[in-house]
């Protein structure tokens, strides 16, 4: 049998065309504007970015500029494991959809994993209102 984690997929709709939210999330340097979990400690080290956060140091690597609105990125913790964090913007007419998918990762239970969708959702409303007030 494949082992699989369970998964939620987030999304926020942001009234700004789809390239200018693309462009904007494919720059590393402006994920601490809204996700609140890299606020203030990300730089680049080499290829990769580093974060400093409460569980330790995180070394994170961002998808290639594309133009298919693709901007997964892989979170190294601190013990070495990697979290898979896909995320997407898709055109919605004028406007653009922003999908994140979570997955649960094998520790966490229904508490932890329900925190940080509410994190997430937190991210996303703040990423929301960022674009949208440009």
């Not at 680049?44 to 298919?68: C, H, K, V, Y």
Request: net charge negative; glycine share 6%; hydrophobic share 45%.
């Amino acid at each position: 049998e494949i082992m699989m984690l369970s998964a939620q997929t987030l999304h926020v709709a942001i009234n700004r065309p789809c390239d200018e939210v693309y462009a904007f999330l494919s720059r590393p340097e402006n994920f601490p504007l809204w996700a609140k979990g890299l606020a203030n400690s990300l730089r680049r080290e080499g290829e990769d970015w580093m974060a400093e956060t409460p569980q330790g140091r995180l070394r994170i690597r961002f998808s290639a500029p594309n133009a298919f609105g693709v901007l997964d990125h892989w979170v190294t913790l601190p013990d070495g494991g990697v979290v898979y964090v896909p995320l997407r913007a898709l055109a919605n007419r004028q406007g653009a959809e922003v999908i994140f998918t979570l997955f649960r990762q094998p520790d966490m239970d229904d508490a932890l994993f329900a925190r940080d969708v509410g994190l997430v959702n937190a991210d996303l409303q703040a990423l929301k209102r960022l674009l949208e007030l440009r």
